[in-house]
């Protein structure tokens, strides 16, 4: 399979690092301090801080809930909301993409492939979805 990466919007969805070194961070502490500095205004007392520094640490050693999971995204477009974590897996499945295999979505991009999607002569019982949570 070819390889691809997904590139959603960073000021709401922060790539979470699957190993390290990653992105000139050396390690998973530099990277979590590195989240806390960039997120936090200010003036934010410093346990908001830590608790986001914590949070970031607590996310990127987690182990992933299935096997395969190509990035992670962590859903951070303010301090204080709901925490999401989005896990990224593409499977291709015998028989879903019959007219355009994995690869062609992985080298087309999610934006484009679902363009593509849209427009194709596809039967109506046939769902094609680039939605991952």
């Not at 801080?49 to 992670?72: K, N």
């Not at 690869?103 to 484009?112: I, K, N, Q, T, W």
């Not at 194709?120 to 094609?128: G, L």
């Amino acid at each position: 399979m070819t390889s691809y990466r997904a590139r959603p919007d960073q000021t709401a969805w922060l790539t979470v690092p699957s190993e390290f070194p990653w992105n000139g961070f050396g390690d998973d502490v530099a990277w979590a301090a590195e989240v806390a500095q960039d997120r936090v205004v200010e003036e934010a007392p410093v346990a908001v801080r830590t608790a986001v520094a914590e949070s970031a640490l607590a996310i990127v050693r987690s182990t992933p809930p299935l096997p395969g999971v190509l990035e992670r995204f962590w859903w951070l477009p303010s301090i204080g909301g709901v925490g999401v974590v989005a896990h990224l897996s593409a499977v291709q499945l015998e028989g879903a993409l019959v007219s355009e295999p994995l690869d062609a979505f992985a080298l087309a991009g999610a934006g484009e492939w679902s363009r593509r999607s849209r427009r194709s002569k596809a039967p109506r019982s046939r769902k094609r979805s680039t939605a991952c949570c």
